[in-house]
């Protein structure tokens, strides 16, 4: 994907990627769960709690040059039941071998808004997020 001034960017959002995949951050908390993600094993329910953990900030340029912030909370980045039920499987994960550097945040920010991708009036596309309401 390239960006409008002819440059390629750093960064897609990918419906289809699972996985919040970061270019350079939280590295050394990446590699703590490598061990676990390599045997297909997640971690315990009882041993995460997400209360614990941050919200992650994304900001992203807007079409009118502004800057919009997406918030990924952790319930969305921990996904509870993944492969196995019992366990937690984390959702950020560092660069892949043999990729372009490149950051692709990826359904874990989706999770709880509605997406539209718009190709309309840009060949580069324009993504369009809302958040869900919950009904009462």
Same mark, same amino acid.
């Given at each position: ?38 045997d297909?094993q997640g ?5 995460? %709690?997400?209360?614990?953990w941050?919200?992650l ?5 807007s079409?009118?040059?502004s ?7 952790a ?10 039920? &019992?366990?937690s499987?984390?959702l ?6 043999d ?8 359904l874990?920010?989706?999770? &709880?808004?509605?997406?539209?991708f %718009?190709?309309?009036g840009?060949?580069? &596309? ?11």
């Amino acid at each position: 994907m390239g960006s409008a001034d002819g440059n390629a960017s750093n960064a897609i959002i990918d419906s289809r990627c699972s996985f919040i995949l970061l270019d350079t951050c939280f590295t050394a908390l990446i590699d703590s769960f490598r061990k676990a993600m390599a045997d297909q094993q997640g971690l315990p329910n009882s041993v995460i %709690d997400i209360r614990r953990w941050p919200d992650l900030h994304f900001y992203l340029e807007s079409p009118d040059g502004s800057e919009t912030r997406l918030t990924c909370n952790a319930a969305h980045y921990w996904q509870r039941h993944a492969l196995r039920a &019992g366990q937690s499987w984390f959702l950020l994960t560092s660069q892949l071998p043999d990729w372009p550097r490149q950051s692709i945040p990826g359904l874990p920010l989706m999770s &709880g808004r509605y997406c539209i991708f %718009d190709r309309r009036g840009d060949a580069l &596309g324009v993504v369009r997020m809302a958040e869900a309401s919950e009904e009462s």
